[in-house]
């Protein structure tokens, strides 16, 4: 026996030279040849590894960050500071939830891939017809398919009756594709050219059709997708890369900070506990413990933001790589167009018409030249035509009146002509007498119709087979001698134009003619053309433009033909004026890796593409350092949905196994909400750059007052334990302060309303750092303007305000700690802008700054002024005077002014470097 290989040899060879590659007949395999082929193969199934839930769940662990988080937490419970030991480790638990929930997407789409394979099928084995489980079939098994039939395997045909099947979910191709028997020679053609081939997955539309198995499991189309699905692994986000390279600095630099501070303690001689102390709080006070959560709030407020742009975000990174995206790689069918067949032109009697609306809603006009018409009141030809279409026809128009839309039950290019004849007025019903179903080798449909007078034979189908039934022509209402050169000079106009073109012919027969036969259709009547394509969304149009201005490049990859992509392309202005030339798969096939990666950046469309296409297309884009979106809706988009930094699924028209691949889904399969996404996650990503510029500046103000407390205490006695001093904050209000400044300063900035003109500004380079050189001055004025307010204050108290009083180290740290916290809400009310002022925007344009910054400051006097009453003391305070809150706002308030001035020279020295440019 042949080995079977995934390869498309199949489809070349005649059926007979198959039967015997594969040691077979038309009768099938006998029961004991099929259990050795079993054996040998293996059952007719997809097997996936997958990783345990406890794999999953320690794997969460694995961040540095995390890592210093546990050992913080383990340190402050060993040292009895429960509350802080508990509040880490609240944090680290969170954040290893979140991403064990995010982590099984892999798994679930593998599964539901596996559930595509059909359960049962029917065979022939040992002679007679038999129902077996599918996982049972080997190749060489001869398979039976009826209309609404799975297909079980890839079977290659060898008896069709007016067979079609619906690929869709494979190949992509929006309408059912026809099947016969006859072999192709031409190599490297993508699945929706096989027409001699049934693939595994795909189901039968229409007729019926036997074919011997060639590809079971792992050797089918589908099994090709799923090693696909294997290779493709998860890339990282571009923030998740960004926070994994800044989580490293901030390691480090806390690691060397705190060692630095213990050998300094040790050097001037304080004792061992003390310096230790000194250290982990120094520590606690660098670590930004409430970061991680905020980081994944944002995400989940730009997601819940997004949902009601209808875009569903499965991963919450998603949500801010969008932002950073520079190609979208897109599906023509459904999400650049309607995914339904509409007549735009109508050819008769010599004239054209257009024809307005779109989609199966029968609301349009028929226009000429400039001018609408109404149908009824032109000549006879244009009603007849649109009568053979709708009567010629076994589709229907229903109304969903639950989704408020129009519907089509049948083949989608029936629908449209339905359609067409409605929006004239037509729905007259005529008993149906006969029909000759449509066939590929006469490429053409007749209906046999009761009549008034008489009864009426309506055909349609190719224009040129048409033509060749038909003795004249309807014109004016008259029959004219037949103009077959200006018809089909007509037809071929129309399909440059990428639409699908019948031609529509009538005859009258008597009234007793009750059946119908191909010997009846002679002496025709023409009657028209009628050309329909799969519209552009009008929305998608100005999507594509928003796109351009947003330096985001449109890449359309379709099942579709060549000469169709390159229309709808030139529609919606994908591409340059002139569309760069089609790529189809069976050149994709030819070209290498290497081959497509010189050329990836100057195309634009690409027809005719296979599962692999899409993916190897993905891979050589990333590979020129694109961020790369990527939409799917099919089984055949799973690996390229997985493999790319942003995979989003079709959530009306998708498959499971696309859903479960994607990191987004839409929820209208419309390519304008990608759009309204891409915006929603540069505002995400906005937001986060202002919670980390607010964040960190504080925890380093923190670290500056322990460290500087060390480095002080041999010359200023205030700071030395030795000589009754101490640090100017205790660990226990430091971490208070990191707590209720993640959760009532930083969360509110995450509500910033949109800046303007995010669409109209390139993609930030996905490999710019956060920590870059104005993120470090800006850190650097914050943290030594908050570590001097600290350290003022607890001069000021010490030697003037509180001297003498028996609860002055108390009161000194109690200024400490509340002048860093009102430091912390000056800060804030700059830091709704990184670049302006905030004397440009309302103070009341995000109300959760004011509540933020009103809660923070109730909670402070709580926890000074309430512990002499309730009897407990957990944040060491001690109440303050009247002039301790005068001096504290007066050395807060300068943080304001001064990032405020830093913005200004900012701006200045922007504006000067462009002019000097």
Not at 637 to 658: F, H, Y
Not at 792 to 798: C, F
Not at 893 to 912: A, G, M, N
């Amino acid at each position: 026996m042949s080995t079977l290989q995934k390869d498309k040899s199949w489809y070349q060879q005649p059926v007979e030279q198959v039967f015997d590659a594969l040691e077979s007949s038309s009768v099938g395999l006998t029961s004991s040849e099929s259990k050795a082929r079993l054996e040998r193969y293996g059952y007719n199934e997809l097997k996936f590894k997958k990783r345990g839930p406890l794999i999953r769940f320690m794997m969460q662990f694995h961040s540095a960050l995390i890592y210093v988080l546990l050992v913080a937490g383990i340190v402050t419970a060993f040292l009895d500071m429960w509350l802080d030991a508990a509040v880490i480790l609240a944090v680290v638990l969170a954040n290893t939830i979140i991403g064990f929930i995010q982590e099984g997407k892999a798994e679930a789409s593998a599964e539901a891939l596996e559930k595509l394979m059909t359960p049962e099928c029917t065979v022939r084995r040992d002679g007679e017809q038999r129902v077996i489980p599918a996982r049972e079939l080997v190749p060489g098994d001869m398979v039976l398919l009826d209309e609404g039939n799975k297909v079980p395997a890839d079977l290659r045909l060898f008896y069709t009756k007016n067979m079609s099947a619906d690929e869709a979910a494979l190949t992509g191709e929006s309408v059912p594709v026809r099947k016969n028997i006859e072999l192709i020679s031409e190599p490297d053609l993508p699945p929706a050219d096989q027409y001699c081939m049934a693939f595994s997955g795909t189901f039968i539309t229409s007729g019926s059709g036997k074919g011997v198995v060639v590809g079971t499991g792992e050797h089918t189309e589908i099994g090709r997708i799923a090693e696909l699905l294997k290779e493709a692994r998860e890339t990282t986000t571009p923030l998740m890369r960004k926070m994994a390279d800044f989580t490293r600095l901030l390691v480090i630099a806390i690691l060397a900070i705190a060692a630095l501070n213990f050998i300094l303690a040790i050097v001037f001689g304080f004792p061992f506990v003390y310096s230790f102390l000194a250290s982990v709080s120094l520590a606690v006070a660098a670590i930004p413990e409430g970061l991680p959560a905020i980081l994944t709030i944002t995400l989940a407020f730009g997601a819940m933001t997004m949902a009601r742009r209808n875009a569903l975000i499965k991963r919450l990174p998603a949500a801010e790589t969008l932002g950073v995206t520079t190609v979208i790689c897109t599906d023509k069918t459904g999400t650049l167009t309607k995914n339904q067949m509409t007549v735009a032109k109508i050819y008769c009697g010599g004239k054209q018409y257009e024809v307005s609306g779109v989609g199966y809603d029968p609301k349009g006009r028929f226009i000429i030249g400039d001018i609408s018409i109404t149908p009824k009141q032109e000549s006879e030809e244009l009603i007849a035509t649109l009568r053979a279409g709708y009567l010629c026809n076994n589709a229907t128009l229903v109304e969903d009146k639950e989704e408020g839309r129009y519907k089509i039950v049948g083949d989608p290019t029936e629908g449209a002509l339905v359609v067409s004849a409605r929006k004239a007025g037509i729905s007259d019903a005529r008993t149906k007498l006969d029909e000759i179903p449509f066939s590929s080798e006469q490429q053409y449909m007749a209906t046999l119709h009761e009549g008034t007078d008489g009864n009426v034979i309506y055909v349609k189908g190719s224009p040129e087979r048409v033509l060749e039934l038909c003795r004249i022509q309807l014109v004016n209402g008259s029959g004219v001698p037949l103009r077959n050169e200006e018809i089909l000079a007509k037809a071929g106009e129309m399909a440059g134009e990428a639409l699908r073109v019948l031609g529509m012919a009538y005859k009258f027969v008597p009234k007793d003619k009750k059946t119908l036969d191909s010997d009846d259709l002679n002496g025709l009547t023409f009657l028209g053309l009628q050309g329909m394509i799969d519209p552009p969304r009008e929305e998608a149009m100005a999507a594509v433009q928003k796109c351009k201005r947003a330096g985001i490049r449109v890449v359309m990859i379709t099942g579709d033909h060549a000469r169709t992509a390159k229309a709808i392309a030139q529609q919606l202005g994908i591409g340059a004026a002139e569309p760069d030339r089609v790529v189809t798969g069976e050149e994709l096939s030819r070209m290498s890796d290497d081959g497509l990666y010189e050329v990836v950046d100057t195309i634009s469309v690409y027809a005719r593409a296979a599962p692999e296409h899409k993916f190897r297309i993905t891979k050589q884009l990333q590979r020129r350092g694109h961020i790369t979106a990527v939409t799917g809706d099919g089984v055949n988009d799973a690996p390229a949905l997985k493999a790319a930094d942003i995979g989003i699924a079709m959530g009306i028209t998708g498959t499971e196994v696309s859903k479960e691949a994607a990191d987004i889904i839409l929820t209208d399969d419309n390519f304008a909400s990608i759009v309204a996404a891409v915006e929603e996650g540069r505002h995400v990503f906005e937001n986060i750059k202002k919670v980390i510029l607010y964040t960190l500046p504080t925890n380093g103000g923190q670290t500056l007052l322990i460290l500087g407390a060390i480095v002080m205490a041999p010359f200023i006695l205030l700071f030395n334990p030795q000589h009754d001093g101490g640090l100017p904050i205790a660990p226990v209000q430091i971490l208070w302060i990191n707590l209720l400044d993640a959760v009532a300063l930083a969360l509110p900035l995450i509500r910033e309303p949109k800046e303007t003109g995010l669409l109209d500004r390139p993609p930030r380079n996905p490999h710019e750092r956060i920590t870059d050189s104005p993120f470090f001055k800006k850190v650097g004025i914050v943290s030594l303007v908050m570590a001097l307010a600290g350290f003022s204050m607890y001069y000021l108290t010490t030697i003037i305000i509180c001297a003498g009083d028996p609860e002055v180290l108390a009161k000194a740290q109690t200024t400490a700690f509340t002048t860093v916290m009102l430091v912390h809400i000056c800060y804030l009310f700059t830091a709704r802008s990184i670049t302006e002022s905030a004397f440009t925007f309302s103070p009341f344009s995000n109300k959760w700054v004011l509540i933020g910054a009103a809660l923070t400051l109730g909670l402070q006097f709580t926890i000074i002024y309430a512990p002499p009453f309730i009897g407990i003391n957990p944040f060491r305070t001690a109440p303050l005077p009247a002039e301790c809150w005068i001096a504290m706002i007066l050395v807060s308030l300068p943080i304001f002014f001064i990032i405020e001035f830093e913005k200004f020279l900012t701006k200045r020295s922007v504006r000067k470097q462009k002019e000097n440019v």
